[in-house]
Nanobody, 125 residues
Framework: QVQLVESGGGLVQAGDSLRLSCAAS??????????MPWFRQAPGKERDFLPR????????YYADRVKGRFTISSDNAKNTMYLQMNSLKPEDTAAYCC????????????????WGQGTQVTVST
């Protein structure tokens, strides 16, 4: 069974930083075979694609809404992905989820093979 477990969310003030982690595990899960995106969803809003890192952590893609403020990275030895979020804004408040997608899945696609349970990020003014 594959599990994605996020951590690192919390309550911060505008302008602060947070680093989210997504740890992947599972006997049948080969981390390097999957592209790993982050999504977020605020109450009453659609799920938004944020960044995605390719299997092996070679290539990263960012949505315009977070480009320059968020950085995605991957530690293949630990099967763990990170999302460094700087200069947080109140509009960044949402539940953040990591996911795993088969390599070749279109960028921005919401079709994923595995979802994490999510971690809440709340940014106050």
């Amino acid at each position: 069974q594959v599990q994605l477990v996020e951590s690192g969310g919390g309550l911060v003030q505008a302008g602060d930083s947070l680093r989210l982690s997504c740890a992947a595990s599972g006997r049948t899960f080969t981390y390097s075979n999957y592209a790993m995106p982050w999504f977020r969803q605020a109450p009453g809003k659609e799920r938004d694609f944020l960044p995605r890192i390719s299997g092996g952590g070679v290539t990263a893609y960012y949505a315009d809404r977070v480009k320059g403020r968020f950085t995605i990275s991957s530690d293949n030895a630990k099967n763990t992905m990170y999302l460094q979020m700087n200069s947080l804004k109140p509009e960044d408040t949402a539940a953040y989820c990591c996911a795993a997608q088969q390599s070749g899945t279109k960028l921005y696609s919401l079709v994923v093979d595995y979802w994490g349970q999510g971690t809440q990020v709340t940014v106050s003014t």
